[in-house]
């Protein structure tokens, strides 16, 4: 897992940058594919006490699943079907159309843990205290510098590089792209307690006045509190006690639910920034690299999980021969949209909690009243935050299905088609006349589906339509896999 010196020219390989939630999913897709990968963190090995995300959206759910990680942080985490949130809102999470109609509370670390041994069995090379120091790009590769703990340089090069280093990245900054945005709020604190045990299971959130606190479970007798006070503007390296918290807690709940036995506590800022661009040549942005988001709705972390999903296949799919470098273009164009989209949605989630003019209240209480009642209002609000909403553009004339996530289904065999996935493979379903494609085996598997239904379609890795035909003939399936999946007879098929 570790290693200095140089590393030779590898047309074939990935450089990550970063091995925080979106590294570690990347790189693990990656090796899992076949493409050498290098991970590069600054940091030493990761402790299991430190974590900000707590929380795990439906589709985030499902993207791991499709990696064999799902029911393992289940067994683990804390599901929530219900959740509320301020003047008593009420928001049931049992009515989406996932195999995860919850929100699993669990810490991150615990999330990074799976990622990472599924990233090292897979075959991926990490390098701890590593700092990246400069990075350049030609027609060929991308060729990073970085130090040891040592002091000593190394000189690494591949085929494409990803940024997934955070706020701060130091590829967005080698590759000249801005971070545009601003700063949401500071001096938010952040604490895991014990409450007094009639509270064993609360979750909560309100604002009232200047105050906000939320209060969650991880299911393991520690709940994570997320505190802030208008008045209380200081910074981020100010020393947090549990006094403060609890005096927030009471202000904006009405009670500090016994909290107690703190195990972690800490102070940080919300920024809300995103990077114009995602890819500049073979370098590209995904995390908290490419955005930052104010931590209402537990986004973050989810929405950088989602685009190492997005990433991976398609590097794999160029490295490999199976598709042309445009596919990379892609990545920009689908996943740029949902950062924006997660920005103003988490931005105007934390404005309306934190309202303090007559007006602005008046907005959340109507904001809160409506999204109660209407249901399609309801159903695209659960949509955004959960990150099963989402659709990717689609051609003109596509059919009406390219670009959706599919939903897990049971296919004719009984299988799930989200274990079909896995591997990240494409996945074909059909009615039951057509068999098998040979040629493509390590790449595609095709299911059947176990209704009368007729429409084809064909799944990318990361649960989206490729592409489907109501009524398709072998020779308008076999065009369309070429497109997609690439030839049968390409080399490294």
Excluded: C
């Excluded at 590069?40 to 699943?65: G, M």
């Excluded at 700092?131 to 690494?156: C, H, I, K, M, Y």
């Excluded at 690439?486 to 098929?493: E, Q, Y």
């Amino acid at each position: 897992m570790h290693g200095t010196g140089t590393t030779p020219t590898t047309p074939h390989s990935v450089i990550v940058v970063g091995s925080g939630p979106t590294g570690l999913l990347l790189a693990g897709d990656l090796a899992t594919a076949g493409v050498p990968v290098i991970v590069l963190e600054k940091r030493p090995h990761r402790t299991s006490n430190l974590t900000r995300a707590f929380a795990v959206h439906a589709r985030t759910l499902e993207q791991l699943d499709a990696r064999g990680l799902a029911d393992g942080l289940e067994a683990i985490g804390h599901p929530l079907e219900r959740l509320r949130l301020f003047g008593g809102l009420g928001v049931d999470l049992g009515t989406l159309r996932s195999r995860f109609r919850h929100l699993l509370v669990i810490p991150q670390y615990e999330v990074e843990k799976a990622l990472e041994r599924r990233a090292v069995e897979a075959g991926a090379d990490f390098r701890y205290e590593t700092e990246v120091t400069g990075l350049t790009q030609d027609a060929t590769g991308v060729t990073v510098e970085a130090e040891d703990r040592e002091g000593r340089p190394q000189t690494l090069r591949a085929a494409y590089a990803v940024g997934a280093d955070g706020l701060r990245s130091v590829v967005r900054e080698a590759v000249g792209l801005p971070f545009p945005g601003r700063s949401g709020i500071r001096s938010i604190v952040l604490a895991d307690v014990r409450l007094a045990p009639e509270h064993a299971d609360l979750i909560t959130a309100d604002a009232i006045g200047g105050a906000f606190a939320l209060v969650a479970p991880f299911g393991d007798g520690y709940h994570r509190v997320a505190a802030w006070h208008r008045d209380r503007n200081v910074p981020d390296d100010t020393p947090v006690d549990l006094d403060e918290i609890r005096q927030i807690a009471r202000l904006a709940l009405g009670d500090d639910f016994g909290m107690h036995d703190p195990r972690w506590l800490s102070r940080f800022h919300s920024d809300e920034r995103q990077a114009p661009a995602y890819r500049v040549g073979r370098v590209f942005l995904a995390g908290d690299a490419a955005h930052v988001h104010s931590p209402a709705g537990g986004q973050g972390m989810n929405t950088g999980l989602q685009d190492a999903a997005n990433l991976g296949w398609k590097l794999a799919q160029v490295i490999h021969g199976h598709a042309g470098p445009d596919l990379l273009d892609t990545y920009h164009s689908e996943r740029h949209p949902v950062g924006r989209t997660v920005l103003r949605s988490s931005g105007g989630i934390l404005r309306l909690a934190m309202a303090k003019r007559p007006a602005a209240l008046a907005l959340r209480v109507a904001t809160t009243a409506f999204a109660g009642l209407a249901g399609p209002v309801r159903r695209r609000a659960l949509g955004q935050i959960t990150g099963i909403g989402y659709r990717y553009p689609a051609p003109r004339g596509a059919h009406p299905l390219t670009g959706t996530r599919v939903p897990d289904l049971r296919l004719a065999d009984g299988s799930r088609l989200y274990e079909a996935l896995r591997g990240l493979r494409f996945v074909l379903i059909t009615p039951a006349a057509h068999g098998p494609d040979p040629g493509r085996e390590d790449r595609l598997t095709t299911a059947h589906w176990r209704s009368p239904r007729r429409t084809v379609v064909l799944v990318r890795p990361d649960g989206h339509v490729a592409w489907a035909a109501d009524t398709a003939t072998a020779t308008d399936i076999e065009r369309a896999l070429a497109v997609h999946v690439g030839r049968a007879d390409t080399p490294g098929s």
